[in-house]
């Protein structure tokens, strides 16, 4: 399963903490489980890849949001040969 970006923060539901996408927000449809977080790319010609973040049960609240956000821990380092498809 992949985590889908989104460009505007109340479309997100999630929060990336640790490794290479630390603090990007996303949105996710699942309780449980490891998915993939495209990494935000340097240019557009550098290649996509992805790196694996656990899904938790721990909450990240904000000032000003009313719903707390799923906290996403990084699984290991980026694997350059994912497609970031899922």
Partial sequence: MSAERRDRDH???AICLGGPCHGLL??????????F????????????TCARYRV????VRYCGRAEP?????????PDPACSCGG
Wanted: glycine content about 2%; charged content about 30%; hydrophobic content about 30%.
């Fill in 11 to 13: 479309d997100c539901n």
């Fill in 26 to 35: 996303t949105h996710i449809d699942q309780d449980i489980g490891v998915l």
């Fill in 37 to 48: 977080v495209p990494m935000p790319r340097r240019s557009p010609d550098e290649p996509e």
């Fill in 56 to 59: 938790t049960r721990e909450r």
């Fill in 69 to 77: 956000y799923i906290a996403l821990h990084w699984a290991d380092p």
